[in-house]
């Protein structure tokens, strides 16, 4: 087993093991919501656009996943400036901003939530940006990735 296999196994394994955290989530996330909902009655209709961003975010983050999987593939098999490496960051991408875009809105729900009840919401929404920052982040990375795929496309 060469460097780069070994690196690229080991990467491989590390997405794999984000994409079990995942899937736990996903599969605890209603009894996590609906035990705040019984502890927090007043505010049980915040429960469907929380469970809306939280789901939407797994979605986007496990096809994001899958989609580094297969770019590590990619460069397993010496292809890593190719269309298809090019498609997948491209995925990557989108579903950064698919990532970002949920976060905004669930920083407005939080807003919206805060105003009914009272509380104080800065703690939730300073995290919540600072997820935007992350994934701004890997959203430009991702960019700066594409120039030289498409240059070595194009020439």
């Given at each position: ?8 196994t080991?990467l491989k ?5 984000a994409?079990?955290g995942?899937l736990a ?9 609906v035990?705040?909902a ?10 469907i656009p929380?469970l ?5 975010f ?12 297969k770019?590590?593939t990619?460069?397993e098999k ?12 491209r995925?990557i991408k989108?579903c950064?901003f698919t990532?970002i875009f949920?976060f905004l ?6 807003m919206?939530?805060?105003k009914?009840t ?6 939730p929404?300073s995290?919540?940006l600072?997820?935007i920052?992350v994934?701004?982040i890997?959203?430009?990375f ?9 240059n070595s496309?194009?020439?």
């Open positions: 087993m060469n460097v780069k296999q070994g690196s690229t080991f394994v590390i997405i794999f093991l994409g079990i995942v989530l996903c599969i605890w996330l209603p009894v996590i919501a035990r705040d019984r502890v927090h009655p007043d505010t049980a209709y915040f429960l929380f809306v961003c939280a789901y939407g797994c979605i986007a983050f496990s096809v994001a996943l899958y989609q580094a999987f770019l590590l990619y460069i010496n292809n890593a400036f190719s269309e298809l490496s090019l498609k997948s960051l995925v989108n950064a990532v949920l809105l669930g920083i407005v729900s939080l919206v939530l805060a009914t009272g509380d104080d919401a800065a703690g929404i995290l919540s600072m997820g920052l994934t701004s890997v959203a430009a991702i960019s700066v990735l594409q120039i030289p795929i498409k496309l194009n020439v």
